[in-house]
C-alpha cells in the first residue's frame, strides 16, 4: 500500500498549465460541437440566462453600475430588483464591449456567451487539478481534469450559452480550496474567505458551503492549538472581502435589506463575527473546552447581529408564497428541485461520482499521514457536504462533482494501475466497469434508452422558453409600439431580451404581487382579465401555446383566460396580432 506523505508543490508549473490546457481545448471542442444548434438559434438553457444577457445590455447603454433594478418588469410597481451581482456581468460586457466594433453588437454578444463559460470551465479545470497535482501526482490532475468533463451536473453549468452566475460558485468553492493547501495560515486563510465573500457576493445559495469550509479551518484550530490564524484569517477575509464586494458591486445609497442576497445586516453579522474570531484567538491559551464554546459564541454573535438588524431573515426557508403562487409556480426551473425530482439519469450522475470521491478520500486519508491526512479529513467533511446540498437543490451538484473530480482523479488511476496488473480477464472488466460507472453512472439507463428506442421515443420531454421561437418572432414584436404584455413567467426575460416592450413579472419570487398578477390573470376569468389589464395599463398579451405553464394554467382554470386563449376562443377585447415566423408565439393587443 502506498503512504502519501507531505508533497505540496509549487502553485504553478508549466507542465500543469499544459495538462490543463490540453483537457479543457478538448472539452471546450466537444461543448462547442453538441452546442451548437443552441448557439446558432440562440437557445438559452434557462431564462435567467436571457435575464444576464438583458442586464448586461442595459449596464453597457447606460444604466447605473449599482442600479440592479430591471426597469421593464413589473414598472407599474417600480420595476424589479434583482439578486445578481455585477461580478458576472463584467467578463460578458469586457467582451462585448472589446468585440463590438469589430464584428457587431449581435456576434459579439454570441461570442461572449459561448466563450466567458467554457473560459470559466477552464478556470475551474486548473484549479481541481492544481489540487489533485499537489497532493497527489501528474496522472491525478489530468485524471481530474476527465471526471470534471464527464460530470454532467457540472457541465450543465459551464456550456456555451449558460452565462448565468452558477459557474462562478464553483469556481470560487475551488478556489477556497485551494487556499486550504497554503503553507502560510495568514495566508491561506485569507484566500479562502476572499474566496467566499465572492462566492457569496454572487449568490448566497452558497452559504451551507461556506460554513462547512469556515467549519473546518476552525476544525484546525481545535487540532493544533498553534493554527488559530486559520480560523481567524478566514473569517476576517470573508468579512472584508464581503464589505469589499458589497461596496464595488452594490453601494451602499439606500442600500436595503434582502434574505436572498448580502445586504447590510449581513455584512455586519460577518464583521462582528471576525472580531470575535479575532478576539477569541487573543485569549490563547485556553482549556479545549473553552475554545469549543467560544468558537461556537463566534458564530452565535455574528448570527445574532444578523437577525437583530434583519429579524425577517431568521426563518431557515424563504418566506411563504403567496397561495396562488405556490400552487400553479413550479417554484422555479427543475435544477433547484431535488434530485428525486430529477430522471433517473440525472440523479445518478448528481449522487453517484460524488459519493465514490467521499470514499476515495477516506482511502486516501487512511494512505496519508500528517498534514496530508488531516487534508483529506477534511476535504471529506466539505465533499459531504456538497453531496448533502446537492439531494436537495440539484444545480448544487455542480459544487460537489467538481470537488469529488480530485479524489476521482486518485481513483480512476488506481483502477487502471490494478487493471494493468490483473491477468484475469473477468476481474479486468469488472475494475474497468467500476471506474465507467463512477464516472458516467447513468450509462445503462442511456444504453437501455438506445436499445429501446421505441420506448425512448414516446418518453415526454419538458417544453421550454427558447421552444417558443421568441426570437423568430421578434421582427413581429419590435414592430408594436412599446407596451406591457401579459405574458407566462417563462417567457418574460425572452420577450425583454427581443424587444424594448416591458413584462408584468417574471419568475422571480422577490416579486409575488406581480407573479400574483399574471397567475391571478391567466387563471381568472376573461371579465376579470380585462378589468386587471386595462388598470394596470398593460397594451398586450402573448403566450407560447406549447409550454407547459400555458397546460398548467388551463388545467387549473377551464374557464380562465388562458383556457380560452389554448382553445382559440379569444375574448372580443383581445384582437389578434399577426405574428411571423412558425406561429409558436401567439399575440393579442387588448383593444381600449
Given at each position: 500500500?502506498?503512504?502519501?506523505?507531505?508533497?505540496?508543490?509549487?502553485?504553478?508549473?508549466?507542465?500543469?498549465?499544459?495538462?490543463?490546457?490540453?483537457?479543457?481545448?478538448?472539452?471546450?471542442?466537444?461543448?462547442?460541437?453538441?452546442?451548437?444548434?443552441?448557439?446558432?438559434?440562440?437557445?438559452?438553457?434557462?431564462?435567467?440566462?436571457?435575464?444576464?444577457?438583458?442586464?448586461?445590455?442595459?449596464?453597457?447603454?447606460?444604466?447605473?453600475?449599482?442600479?440592479?433594478?430591471?426597469?421593464?418588469?413589473?414598472?407599474?410597481?417600480?420595476?424589479?430588483?434583482?439578486?445578481?451581482s455585477r461580478l458576472v456581468d463584467i467578463p460578458l460586457a469586457?467582451?462585448?464591449?472589446?468585440?463590438?466594433?469589430?464584428?457587431?453588437?449581435?456576434?459579439?454578444?454570441?461570442?461572449?456567451?459561448?466563450?466567458?463559460?467554457?473560459?470559466?470551465?477552464?478556470?475551474?479545470?486548473?484549479?481541481?487539478?492544481?489540487?489533485?497535482?499537489?497532493?497527489?501526482?501528474?496522472?491525478?490532475?489530468?485524471?481530474?481534469?476527465?471526471?470534471?468533463?464527464?460530470?454532467?451536473?457540472?457541465?450543465?453549468?459551464?456550456?456555451?450559452?449558460?452565462?448565468?452566475?452558477?459557474?462562478?460558485?464553483?469556481?470560487?468553492?475551488?478556489?477556497?480550496?485551494?487556499?486550504?493547501?497554503?503553507?502560510?495560515?495568514?495566508?491561506?486563510?485569507?484566500?479562502?474567505g476572499l474566496a467566499l465573500a465572492a462566492g457569496l457576493s454572487?449568490?448566497?445559495?452558497?452559504?451551507?458551503?461556506?460554513?462547512?469550509?469556515?467549519?473546518?479551518?476552525?476544525?484546525?484550530?481545535?487540532?493544533?492549538?498553534?493554527?488559530?490564524?486559520?480560523?481567524?484569517?478566514?473569517?476576517?477575509?470573508?468579512?472584508?472581502?464581503?464589505?469589499?464586494?458589497?461596496?464595488?458591486?452594490?453601494?451602499?445609497?439606500?442600500?436595503?435589506?434582502?434574505?436572498?442576497?448580502?445586504?447590510?445586516?449581513?455584512?455586519?453579522?460577518?464583521?462582528?463575527?471576525?472580531?470575535?474570531?479575532?478576539?477569541?484567538?487573543?485569549?490563547?491559551?485556553?482549556?479545549?473546552?473553552?475554545?469549543?464554546?467560544?468558537?461556537?459564541?463566534?458564530?452565535?454573535?455574528?448570527?445574532?447581529?444578523?437577525?437583530?438588524?434583519?429579524?425577517?431573515?431568521?426563518?431557515?426557508?424563504?418566506?411563504?408564497?403567496?397561495?396562488?403562487?405556490?400552487?400553479?409556480?413550479?417554484?422555479?426551473?427543475?435544477?433547484?428541485?431535488?434530485?428525486?425530482?430529477?430522471?433517473?439519469?440525472?440523479?445518478?450522475?448528481?449522487?453517484?461520482?460524488?459519493?465514490?470521491?467521499?470514499?476515495?478520500?477516506?482511502?486516501?486519508?487512511?494512505?496519508?499521514?500528517?498534514?496530508?491526512?488531516?487534508?483529506?479529513?477534511?476535504?471529506?467533511?466539505?465533499?459531504?457536504?456538497?453531496?448533502?446540498?446537492?439531494?436537495?437543490?440539484?444545480?448544487?451538484?455542480?459544487?460537489?462533482?467538481?470537488?469529488?473530480?480530485?479524489?476521482?482523479?486518485?481513483?480512476?488511476?488506481?483502477?487502471?494501475?490494478?487493471?494493468?496488473?490483473?491477468?484475469?480477464?473477468?476481474?479486468?472488466?469488472?475494475?474497468?466497469?467500476?471506474?465507467?460507472?463512477?464516472?458516467?453512472?447513468?450509462?445503462?439507463?442511456?444504453?437501455?434508452?438506445?436499445?429501446?428506442?421505441?420506448?425512448?421515443?414516446?418518453?415526454?420531454?419538458?417544453?421550454?422558453?427558447h421552444d417558443c421561437a421568441i426570437s423568430v418572432n421578434s421582427?413581429?414584436?419590435?414592430?408594436?409600439?412599446?407596451?406591457?404584455?401579459?405574458?407566462?413567467?417563462?417567457?418574460?426575460?425572452?420577450?425583454?431580451?427581443?424587444?424594448?416592450?416591458?413584462?408584468?413579472?417574471?419568475?422571480?419570487?422577490?416579486?409575488?404581487?406581480?407573479?400574483?398578477?399574471?397567475?391571478?390573470?391567466?387563471?381568472?376569468?376573461?371579465?376579470?382579465?380585462?378589468?386587471?389589464?386595462?388598470?394596470?395599463?398593460?397594451?398586450?398579451?402573448?403566450?407560447?401555446?406549447?409550454?407547459?405553464?400555458?397546460?398548467?394554467?388551463?388545467?387549473?382554470?377551464?374557464?380562465?383566460?388562458?383556457?380560452?386563449?389554448?382553445?382559440?376562443?379569444?375574448?372580443?377585447?383581445?384582437?389578434?396580432?399577426?405574428?411571423?415566423?412558425?406561429?409558436?408565439?401567439?399575440?393579442?393587443?387588448?383593444?381600449?
Amino acid at each position: 500500500m502506498t503512504l502519501f506523505v507531505e508533497r505540496r508543490r509549487p502553485a504553478l508549473t508549466g507542465e500543469l498549465l499544459l495538462r490543463v490546457l490540453l483537457a479543457w481545448a478538448m472539452i471546450a471542442a466537444l461543448l462547442l460541437v453538441t452546442s451548437l444548434p443552441s448557439i446558432q438559434s440562440h437557445r438559452f438553457p434557462d431564462p435567467d440566462d436571457a435575464l444576464r444577457l438583458v442586464q448586461v445590455r442595459d449596464l453597457m447603454a447606460g444604466q447605473g453600475w449599482f442600479d440592479l433594478t430591471q426597469h421593464r418588469i413589473d414598472a407599474v410597481r417600480g420595476g424589479l430588483t434583482m439578486g445578481g451581482s455585477r461580478l458576472v456581468d463584467i467578463p460578458l460586457a469586457a467582451v462585448i464591449l472589446a468585440l463590438r466594433g469589430l464584428i457587431g453588437q449581435g456576434a459579439a454578444e454570441t461570442v461572449a456567451m459561448v466563450a466567458v463559460p467554457l473560459l470559466t470551465f477552464g478556470v475551474a479545470l486548473l484549479l481541481a487539478a492544481r489540487i489533485a497535482w499537489r497532493v497527489i501526482g501528474d496522472e491525478a490532475a489530468g485524471f481530474a481534469c476527465l471526471a470534471m468533463g464527464l460530470s454532467a451536473p457540472l457541465v450543465q453549468q459551464l456550456r456555451p450559452m449558460r452565462i448565468d452566475h452558477h459557474g462562478w460558485e464553483v469556481v470560487c468553492v475551488l478556489a477556497a480550496m485551494n487556499g486550504l493547501m497554503a503553507r502560510s495560515a495568514r495566508l491561506g486563510g485569507s484566500v479562502t474567505g476572499l474566496a467566499l465573500a465572492a462566492g457569496l457576493s454572487i449568490s448566497t445559495e452558497g452559504v451551507t458551503l461556506a460554513a462547512a469550509i469556515c467549519g473546518v479551518t476552525a476544525l484546525r484550530w481545535l487540532r493544533e492549538r498553534g493554527d488559530a490564524a486559520w480560523f481567524v484569517a478566514t473569517m476576517q477575509g470573508l468579512a472584508a472581502g464581503s464589505l469589499g464586494f458589497f461596496a464595488v458591486t452594490r453601494g451602499f445609497a439606500g442600500s436595503a435589506e434582502y434574505c436572498d442576497a448580502i445586504s447590510p445586516a449581513h455584512l455586519a453579522g460577518l464583521g462582528a463575527a471576525a472580531l470575535a474570531a479575532t478576539g477569541l484567538a487573543r485569549l490563547e491559551p485556553m482549556p479545549r473546552f473553552a475554545l469549543v464554546i467560544g468558537i461556537g459564541a463566534v458564530a452565535g454573535i455574528g448570527a445574532a447581529t444578523m437577525v437583530a438588524l434583519a429579524p425577517q431573515c431568521t426563518g431557515v426557508a424563504p418566506a411563504p408564497l403567496d397561495p396562488l403562487v405556490a400552487r400553479l409556480w413550479t417554484g422555479g426551473p427543475g435544477d433547484g428541485l431535488p434530485i428525486w425530482r430529477q430522471d433517473a439519469a440525472l440523479a445518478l450522475q448528481i449522487a453517484v461520482p460524488p459519493l465514490v470521491g467521499l470514499l476515495a478520500c477516506f482511502r486516501l486519508a487512511g494512505r496519508s499521514s500528517g498534514w496530508l491526512r488531516r487534508f483529506w479529513q477534511e476535504y471529506a467533511i466539505v465533499l459531504g457536504v456538497a453531496l448533502a446540498v446537492a439531494l436537495f437543490v440539484a444545480r448544487a451538484g455542480a459544487a460537489a462533482g467538481a470537488l469529488a473530480a480530485v479524489p476521482l482523479g486518485w481513483q480512476v488511476r488506481e483502477w487502471l494501475r490494478s487493471s494493468r496488473m490483473l491477468r484475469r480477464p473477468g476481474k479486468r472488466a469488472l475494475v474497468l466497469t467500476s471506474m465507467s460507472l463512477s464516472l458516467l453512472p447513468a450509462l445503462p439507463l442511456m444504453l437501455f434508452a438506445l436499445a429501446m428506442p421505441a420506448q425512448a421515443a414516446g418518453a415526454v420531454h419538458p417544453v421550454y422558453a427558447h421552444d417558443c421561437a421568441i426570437s423568430v418572432n421578434s421582427v413581429a414584436l419590435r414592430s408594436l409600439p412599446p407596451g406591457e404584455i401579459l405574458a407566462p413567467l417563462e417567457i418574460g426575460p425572452q420577450i425583454l431580451l427581443e424587444s424594448g416592450h416591458l413584462v408584468v413579472a417574471t419568475g422571480h419570487r422577490r416579486e409575488q404581487a406581480a407573479m400574483g398578477t399574471v397567475i391571478g390573470t391567466f387563471t381568472g376569468s376573461p371579465e376579470a382579465a380585462q378589468a386587471a389589464l386595462a388598470a394596470r395599463g398593460t397594451r398586450y398579451v402573448a403566450i407560447c401555446p406549447g409550454i407547459h405553464e400555458a397546460a398548467r394554467y388551463a388545467g387549473a382554470a377551464p374557464a380562465g383566460l388562458m383556457a380560452r386563449l389554448l382553445g382559440g376562443h379569444a375574448p372580443q377585447w383581445l384582437e389578434p396580432v399577426q405574428a411571423s415566423g412558425d406561429g409558436k408565439l401567439e399575440i393579442w393587443r387588448v383593444r381600449r
